[in-house]
């Protein structure tokens, strides 16, 4: 699902060049004539290994410096090099799938094409003999296929890390402690629904987060807010999180916008940390703080900033909501595209003593 919840934008922001084609495809090439050495007796129980674990436990020694460098092209182009030792994994491309692989039927290997997946025209996929299989985009193929790609989940875990310190070093931001003994005003998620995610099969499970906006109780500034929703991986399903989406004392006049995206592996979370810090930063220099208003726009500007082909593309951006009020109830709650469904309630949270 590839758009995440812009609560206030964060989602995927300048982009990044791709991966090189002609590398990746040559390591899964790679990778498929060794298919006898390392499947399915290497991958974990979710049928998922890092790249480089895979590399050194099966001693592919041939593969050894290719994989090590694809993963730091990777990672410097997520501007996490530093945060993390390794990014790539080989996984199998649906859970599904599990059921032929374990079966004994052969799988097949392809990698992530360069460029905006909206233009792919095909996916390529090699089998143990080193023979090319063009494969439908978006149908699911019956064959099992391992995808040499990101590891999304633990990109996004250190990428909004990064993005986070990054706004309260900004100002924008304080993380949360435990030490208050005042019971908290909180809006919870009872349950979210996305309809479309324009996901390729290749591409997995998707990582979504959220980015909740409003102006600060004491200071005329923007106050902000990441959320992280690991959970909400595929299109076309209710997922039922009980998760806080809004922290009210943070917030002035009971109110935020939320935008939910999701991330792209084209973007880095430096530039994109940039971007929050600049675009919120100046939100209010402008007009100031609209005192006789219970809300800034902060999500409107937020998605006035982000750049264009996060629209055309439905690449990033997932759905928006403006002015969501604390203290009220919202069921079956379309966002502004019509693309994510919320049931909210509010909930006061007694610190235990």
């Known amino acids: 699902m590839k758009k995440t919840v812009l609560l206030t934008l964060l989602g995927g922001l300048y982009a990044v060049p791709a991966l090189a084609a002609d590398a990746d495809r040559q390591l899964a090439l790679d990778l498929a004539r060794s298919l006898p050495q390392?499947?399915?007796?290497?991958?974990?129980r979710d049928y998922a290994v890092p790249l480089e674990q895979l590399v050194q436990k099966r001693h592919l020694d041939s593969l050894s410096l290719e994989a090590k460098h694809r993963d730091q092209v990777a990672l410097a182009q997520r501007g996490l090099g530093g945060k993390l030792d390794n990014l790539l994994q080989v996984r199998l491309a649906h859970p599904s799938m599990k059921a032929a692989l374990d079966k004994g039927q052969t799988p097949l290997v392809a990698y992530v094409p360069d460029g905006d997946e909206s233009r792919w025209s095909a996916i390529e996929a090699f089998?143990?003999?080193?023979?090319?299989?063009?494969?439908?985009?978006?149908?699911?193929?019956?064959?099992?296929v391992f995808v040499v790609g990101q590891d999304g989940h633990k990109a996004q875990v250190?990428?909004?890390?990064?993005?986070?310190?990054?706004?309260?070093?900004?100002?924008?931001?304080?993380?949360?402690?435990?030490?208050?003994?005042a019971p908290l005003s909180t809006t919870l998620i009872k349950s979210v629904h996305a309809n479309d995610d324009q996901e390729p099969w290749l591409l997995g499970a998707a990582e979504v987060y959220a980015v909740v906006a409003g102006i600060d109780p004491f200071a005329d500034k923007p106050r902000v807010d990441i959320v992280d929703m690991p959970y909400l991986d595929y299109d076309g399903k209710t997922y039922y999180p009980n998760q806080v989406l809004v922290y009210w004392d943070r917030y002035r006049w009971?109110?935020?916008?939320?935008?939910?995206f999701e991330q792209d592996s084209n973007y880095s979370y430096q530039e994109l940390a940039s971007l929050l810090v600049q675009v919120l930063g100046q939100a209010l220099a402008a007009g100031g703080v609209p005192e006789a208003l219970p809300f800034a726009g902060l999500g409107q500007k937020i998605i006035e900033a982000m750049p264009s082909n996060w629209f055309t593309n439905d690449d990033d951006y997932l759905d928006a909501f403006y002015t969501l009020e604390q203290n009220q109830v919202y069921n079956n709650y379309p966002g502004a595209s019509g693309n994510i469904t919320l049931n909210l309630v509010p909930k006061t949270i007694y610190p235990t003593q």
């Open 38 to 44: 390392w499947q399915p007796k290497s991958v974990s």
């Open 127 to 144: 089998d143990a003999e080193g023979n090319s299989y063009m494969l439908d985009v978006h149908q699911l193929p019956k064959r099992p």
């Open 158 to 181: 250190a990428g909004l890390k990064l993005v986070r310190q990054a706004l309260v070093d900004a100002g924008l931001s304080t993380p949360m402690t435990s030490e208050t003994t």
């Open 254 to 260: 009971g109110a935020a916008d939320v935008v939910f």
